[in-house]
C-alpha cells in the first residue's frame, strides 16, 4: 500500500504579529501545518508497522516560496519521498484550485492507495481540501478520524464526534483527514534531518500537471473578525451591589434571562 | 557515526559567516542552530559597524535588510532632573557608504541564513547541540540529543554563555564581572514620527546612548537606536555591580523605570512595544579571549569573548562576521593541507592578530578595568549636566558671570584628586 499525504505550510502563527488588525507575515517562516503533521505522522505509523510501503508528502507551495525547503522536514519525519508543486499561478489560491492541483498531482503521482489530509489546515482552517480532492479523484472519504488503520484492502477509522466515537470502514483507495487525537507527532532528531536531505524530491508546476492557471471562484472581501462596540458601562458600589447591577444591565441586553 | 566536514555550531553572525565563506568555497557545512530560526533568539543593540567588513563578502551587503544607515549619533548624560546631549554629526557618517547601519536581529540573521543556504550549506533550526564530542583532547563532533554526528572540524559559535566549551574545557566558565547584561524593547513607531522625533532625513537613522542617572551608579548605560519602523531601547548594566545591588531593584525594571523618565517618555510616547528580550554582553575583552584553535575546532565570536565596549561604541557583530569570515579561510587552508590539527587550523589565530578583530581588542586592552570605575557612571555625566545645568540658568538671584559659574563646576567637579587619577589611568586607552 502507498500513502500520500497532503501537507501544508503555512507561516508561523507563533510569530504572526497583528498590526492595525492585519495579520503581518513579512519575514514569518513557514512551517508544516499541526494537524498535517499528525497525518505524515499516521502515515510514518502505518509504513512502520509493516501496513504500507512508502509515503509520498505531497505540498503545494502556495506562495511559501521556500517550500522545497521546508517540505524537507516532512521528509525527516519518515516520508520517503516529497513532492512540491510550486507555481506563480499558485500563490494564493482558493481552496477549489488547491483541490485540483492536489488531485492532479495524486494522479501524476499514480500509485496511492490511501490519501491522508489534516482535518484543516492551520492558517485558514476552511476544512475543504480533503473532501473536495477526494470527490475529485472519486475517492470514498473519511473525516474527522482519530485512529486509522488498514488492512486487505479497506482502511478503517475512528471517527471522533461531538459525542460518540463512530467507526467506519472504506474500501481502498481512499482518503482521509485526520484530527489531533490521532497521535503525537515525532520531532526528528538531526540524525533523520540529515538523512531527508538525501531522500527524493521533485518540484511541479502547474504546466508539468498538465493544468492551467486556475480562475478564481472566491473573492475575500475581508477575514477580519467583526469589531466589538464596548458599552463602557463601569458599575460601583459594594461588591452585592455591583454584581446586583451588573446582572441587571446583562439582562436588559438580553444576555439573561431569555 | 554519520559525518560531514564541518559542523557550525550556532546559527548567529559568527557562525554563519564562517558557513557562508565555506559553503561558498564547496566544503560541506551544517550550521545546527537551538533557535526557531536564525536570530530567534539574538540580541544585539542595534548597530552593526559595516565599514569594517564590507570587503568581506562584498557582494553580500548591498542587499542586506540594514534598518536605517547612522546619521546622527547623540550621547546623553544625565544628572538627576538635569541632562545635557550633544549631538555629533559629520557627513563622513553616511557620504558614499555609510559607516554604520543599526539593524534588527530576527530580520539580518534570517536573511544571512538564507545566503548560507543557497550557497549550499545545511542551517537546521531546532536543533540544539548538546555536548561537543572528544577524543583524546580532539573535538571529534558533537552530540544533539541521541544524535552523534562526527565532523573533521567544528566551529564553535554558541554566543556569550559558553556552555559547550566551557562543559568541554576548552574554555573557562564566564564570570559574571567579565560580562554585563542587556535589557532591550523594540517599539514600534511610524517611520515620519521617528525621523520628526530625531530630526534626520528620511530613511536617515541615529543612535543615542545615555549615560549616568539610568543606571543609578552601576556600570553601564542605555542605548537608542532608530530602524525603519522601530527603535530599539535598552539598557545595559555590568552584572557584578547588578548582583551586589542590595536595595532589591531587579535587573529587569532598570529599563521600565528609564522609559518613564521624563526625558525618555516622549520619546517613545506612542509607541508599542513589539518585542521584549534580555541577553548578556561579554565585556572582559581581550584578557578573557579563550584559545581560539585546537585540534578539530575553531571558536568564533561572542564565544569567543569578541566584543568590545568603549563607552560611546559598541561593537561585536562586525567582529562576529570577521572572525566567522577567518575561520572559513583557515579550515579551507587545513583542508586543503589535510591537518585539521590545531597546527593546521593555526592561520586562524595569526589572520586573527594581523585584522582590526584582535588588533582593537588588544588597543583596548585596558578598557574593561578602566570602565570598572563608577565615576564614570555616576560622577561624570552628572558633573557635565550639571555643569551646563547651571550655565544655563537664569534665576532672580544676582547671576555669576558665565566663565566664574562654569569655573565653580569645573572646580568642584573636575578638579580634584579622584578626577585627575581618573585622567591619569585613561590616558592608556
Ligand atoms: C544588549 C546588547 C547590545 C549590543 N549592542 C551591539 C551593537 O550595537 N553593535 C554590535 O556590533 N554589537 C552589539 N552587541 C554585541 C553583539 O550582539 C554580539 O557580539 C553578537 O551578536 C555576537 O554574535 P555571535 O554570532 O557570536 O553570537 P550570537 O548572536 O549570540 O549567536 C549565537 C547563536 O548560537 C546559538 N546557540 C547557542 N548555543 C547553542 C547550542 N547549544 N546549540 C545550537 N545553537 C546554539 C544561539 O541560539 C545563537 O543563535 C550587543 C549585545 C547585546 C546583548
Known amino acids: ?258 | 557515526m554519520e559525518r560531514v566536514e564541518c559542523i557550525v555550531v550556532g546559527g548567529g553572525l559568527a557562525g554563519l559567516s564562517a558557513a557562508y565563506g565555506l559553503a561558498e568555497a564547496g566544503v560541506e557545512v551544517m550550521v545546527l542552530e537551538r533557535g526557531d530560526y536564525s536570530g530567534a533568539k539574538n540580541v544585539t543593540g542595534g548597530r552593526l559597524y559595516l565599514k569594517p567588513i564590507r570587503d568581506i563578502y562584498p557582494e553580500l551587503w548591498d542587499e542586506a535588510p540594514f534598518e536605517r544607515p547612522v546619521a546622527r549619533e547623540l550621547v546623553t548624560m544625565m544628572a538627576e532632573g538635569a541632562h545635557t546631549t550633544v549631538e555629533i554629526a559629520s557627513d563622513r557618517f553616511t557620504a558614499g557608504a555609510p559607516q554604520s547601519y543599526t539593524v534588527l536581529r530576527a530580520r539580518l540573521d534570517q536573511w544571512l541564513a538564507e545566503k548560507v543556504m543557497e550557497k549550499g550549506a545545511m542551517v537546521v533550526p531546532n536543533m540544539k547541540v548538546d555536548e561537543l564530542l572528544r577524543e583524546d583532547g580532539r573535538v571529534i563532533g558533537i552530540r544533539a540529543g541521541e544524535d552523534e554526528i562526527g565532523a573533521d572540524v567544528v566551529v564553535v559559535a554558541e554566543g556569550v554563555l559558553r556552555l559547550l566549551s566551557s562543559a568541554a574545557g576548552l574554555a573557562t566558565q564566564p564570570k559574571a564581572r567579565h560580562h554585563a547584561l542587556g535589557y532591550k524593547e523594540v517599539i514600534e513607531l511610524p517611520p515620519g514620527v521617528i525621523e520628526d522625533r530625531w530630526h534626520l532625513n528620511p530613511g536617515e537613522g541615529a543612535a543615542q546612548l545615555f549615560m549616568g542617572e539610568c543606571t543609578k551608579g552601576m556600570m553601564g548605560g542605555a542605548f537608542l537606536y532608530t530602524n525603519r519602523e522601530s527603535i530599539s531601547l535598552g539598557i545595559v548594566v555590568g552584572m557584578e555591580d547588578m548582583r551586589r545591588r542590595r536595595d532589591g531593584t531587579e535587573s529587569w525594571q532598570l529599563l521600565d523605570e528609564f522609559k518613564e523618565l521624563p526625558q525618555i517618555r516622549p520619546l517613545v510616547a506612542g509607541g508599542t512595544v513589539a518585542e521584549y528580550s534580555a541577553h548578556a554582553i561579554p565585556e572582559g575583552g581581550i584578557s578573557q579571549v579563550p584559545r581560539l584553535a585546537g585540534d578539530g575546532y575553531l571558536v568564533a565570536g561572542d564565544a569567543a569573548g569578541f566584543c568590545l565596549n568603549a563607552l560611546v561604541t559598541v561593537r561585536g557583530m562586525d567582529f562576529a562576521v570577521a572572525a566567522g569570515h577567518l575561520a572559513a579561510e583557515a579550515i579551507k587552508r587545513a583542508k586543503a593541507a589535510g591537518d585539521f590539527s590545531a597546527a593546521g587550523l593555526a592561520s586562524y589565530e595569526g589572520s586573527l592578530r594581523s585584522s582590526f578583530v584582535l588588533r582593537d581588542l588588544e588597543t583596548a586592552r585596558t578598557i574593561p578595568s578602566f570602565m570598572e570605575n563608577p565615576r564614570l557612571f555616576t560622577h561624570y555625566p552628572r558633573a557635565v549636566a550639571r555643569l551646563l545645568e547651571s550655565v544655563y540658568t537664569v534665576d532672580e538671584r544676582p547671576q555669576d558671570g558665565l566663565v566664574k559659574k562654569a569655573w565653580k563646576s569645573v572646580r568642584r567637579d573636575f578638579l580634584n584628586v579622584a578626577t585627575v587619577k581618573d585622567a591619569w589611568s585613561a590616558r592608556r586607552i
Open chain 1, 1 to 258: 500500500m502507498d500513502i500520500v499525504v497532503c501537507v501544508k505550510t503555512n507561516p508561523d502563527l507563533e510569530m504572526v504579529r497583528v498590526k492595525d488588525r492585519v495579520a503581518q507575515t513579512e519575514g514569518v517562516p513557514y512551517k508544516i501545518g499541526d494537524l498535517e503533521k499528525n497525518a505524515l505522522e499516521a502515515a510514518v505509523a502505518l509504513r512502520e508497522a509493516g501496513a504500507a510501503a512508502k509515503v509520498t508528502a505531497l505540498c503545494l507551495a502556495e506562495g511559501n516560496r521556500k517550500a522545497a525547503e521546508d517540505i524537507k522536514t516532512a521528509l525527516a519525519m519518515g516520508a520517503d519521498e516529497a513532492v512540491v508543486v510550486d507555481d506563480p499561478a499558485l500563490a494564493d489560491p482558493d481552496e477549489a484550485a488547491v483541490a485540483a492541483a492536489l488531485a492532479a498531482a495524486v494522479k501524476k503521482i499514480g500509485a496511492c492507495d490511501l490519501l491522508l489530509f489534516g482535518e484543516g489546515s492551520s492558517d485558514n482552517y476552511t476544512g475543504q481540501v480533503g473532501a473536495r480532492v477526494a470527490e475529485l479523484l472519486g475517492l470514498p472519504q473519511i473525516g474527522y478520524a482519530r485512529k486509522v488503520e488498514a488492512a486487505d484492502g479497506a482502511v478503517r477509522c475512528e471517527r471522533s464526534m461531538d459525542d460518540m466515537i463512530e467507526t467506519v470502514e472504506a474500501p481502498l483507495p481512499a482518503a482521509v483527514t485526520v484530527v489531533s487525537e490521532i497521535n503525537e507527532p515525532r520531532i526528528p532528531g538531526l540524525m533523520q534531518i540529515m538523512k531527508a536531505k538525501s531522500k527524493p524530491l521533485q518540484v511541479w508546476s502547474l504546466a508539468d500537471l498538465g493544468l492551467e492557471a486556475p480562475a478564481p471562484v472566491r473573492e475575500i472581501v475581508s477575514n477580519l473578525a467583526k469589531e466589538q462596540d464596548r458599552k463602557h458601562i463601569v458599575f460601583e458600589g459594594t461588591a452585592a451591589e455591583q454584581a446586583d447591577a451588573f446582572v441587571d444591565a446583562l439582562t436588559r441586553e438580553g444576555v439573561l434571562g431569555r
